[in-house]
């Protein structure tokens, strides 16, 4: 165990491996009606990262907007969102309903996970960044105004070669350090690694609007 | 300060800039634009210098975000020019022609741009990651005051060495450079991480010539790394350029080197990504089965224009050929067997 960065609140690359695997058997066990976080191999089968694409925003009444995971199956496109074919996709009120793919990428620099996404309507079309931040929370786009260059910014998504949105990472040691100090019992049985995406999402999930589900919090 | 970083901030491209046919309302078509382009800057600084050399001959309304293109492959704006050039001509050609366009930005492939800005947070963002990866934080790049950070960038964009040098001199990020140039030429190098961009362009074919080399034609073609390399200072035996480039291309070069990162720690290393059986499905461990090593030539690695001998210290490489980020950038082409 990597006790060493485990205290600086940082991951390394096998780690996140070993992490990543947890969290994949750990949330396809505890919460099998959600879509399935998959693990994307790539630069020639050494590294790969985490996916979960097609994610239903749905926007309600309330002041802002949650991402809620359909049933499994329901639909699952797994193509670029270009074709996309219309009759796969749930026709409440098109206008509304925006789509999200999350991945979970590993940044050596920094050694912690990287949150990078991307958004389309109904249609597929991508939508712009002030369409995106309509989306946010209320606290994130107080984020966004506060510091345009260095919360969300559109990147290349290191294996795709393509924009996509990307939470900075620079600050994510410093409160995963705090998160996993704030339980000395978390720190002691030496569990962190196997739940350090779980802990890591309940905090980065939730500028993008993702709650975990509550079944896999409980484990933290 | 040292000669050769003197010579990397001197260092220019000749660019031959020519207007897009689409974009040409006037007879007879503009003539092009001849530019002198820093190696250390960033192509959308040059559009102050541009616009006005086309502006009669462009159509009416509001123009688009500026981009450039070379033989049809849209330029990524945040890669220094001087990497481009090494990158995209491997036969360099000067001056090197390239297109501008003042409509239909390629939003698909590449990251918008709002012109100056948009250079200059992502240099500062670069420079604090590069900050994290050498001093583990990146509070003296955070905490830099305004007029400073005002200052560096003037300096990046004016090409003023000894002001970039006095400004971040306060950000003390020296790195194993200077290690090697304190331990008298002796080759002891200390542990460290250092900011590395490698940018991979992978051939099937031989060529002997660099001017039979296939052109690059999209970005798929070519391959991104940003990992820092990990030195660990071995007594009487210096790390070199070969060993660094190696070390950051695991699918490549296999675990032979004691230099990987996950190689001093204390865990079976047969069991390094798999943590479970069911794990399995999910990661592949064995980069043996993809391309075994000795197949796997390197056919070029060029820096800032140069092409070091592999064996040179990688501390000297450092020292002298990164950029204003503290990022090196390398260009390396490599000879991979067709994977059947």
Partial sequence: ?220 | MEEAQKYVWEGAIPLQIHLHESEVTTLPTPPPALILAPRIGYLPLLIPQIKPHFSNALPPGSPDTVWFDYNGLPLKWYIPTGVLFDLLCAEPERPWNLTVHFRGYPSNILVPCEGEDSVKWSFINSLKEAAYIINGNCKNVMNMSQPDQVELWRSVLNGNLEAYVRISSKLRLGTVGDEYADGGGQGQVKTGRVPVRLYVWSVSEDFDDLEDAPQIDSWDKISYINRPVEIHGEEGNYFTLQDAVKSILPEYFPNKSSTKEESSRDEDENEQTVPSEEGEKYLSENVDTCYPSDNVEIKLVRIQGIEPKMDIPFSWVVKNLTNPEHYLHICVCLKVPQVL
């Fill in chain 1, 1 to 220: 165990m990597g006790t060493k960065e485990e205290a600086q609140g940082t991951l390394s690359s096998t780690d996140f491996g070993v992490a990543a695997s947890a969290f994949i058997l750990n949330w396809n066990t505890v919460c099998s009606s959600f879509p399935p976080w998959t693990w994307v191999l790539s630069h020639h089968q050494v590294e790969g990262y985490l996916s979960l694409e097609n994610v239903l925003l749905s926007s309600t009444q309330e002041e802002h907007s949650e991402l809620s995971f359909p049933e499994a199956g329901k639909h699952s496109h797994q193509e670029d969102p270009i074709d996309v074919d219309d009759a796969t996709l749930v026709h409440t009120n098109p206008c509304k309903v925006h789509y999200y793919d999350l991945h979970i990428i590993y940044c050596n620099s920094y050694r912690v996970p990287v949150l990078y996404f991307r958004a389309y309507d109904s249609d597929g079309e991508p939508l712009e960044f002030d369409e995106i931040e309509k989306d946010l929370p209320a606290y994130s786009k107080k984020a966004l105004s506060d510091s345009k260059w260095t919360f969300i910014t559109q990147e290349e998504h290191p294996y795709l070669n393509r924009p996509w949105y990307k939470l900075h990472p620079c600050g994510t040691s410093e409160w995963m350090k705090l998160l996993f100090h704030a339980d000395d019992a978390l720190a002691k049985t030496g569990v962190a690694i196997e739940l350090y995406l779980v802990a890591w999402l309940s905090v980065v999930g939730h500028v993008v609007g993702l709650r975990i589900p509550f079944e896999m919090m409980k484990q933290l």
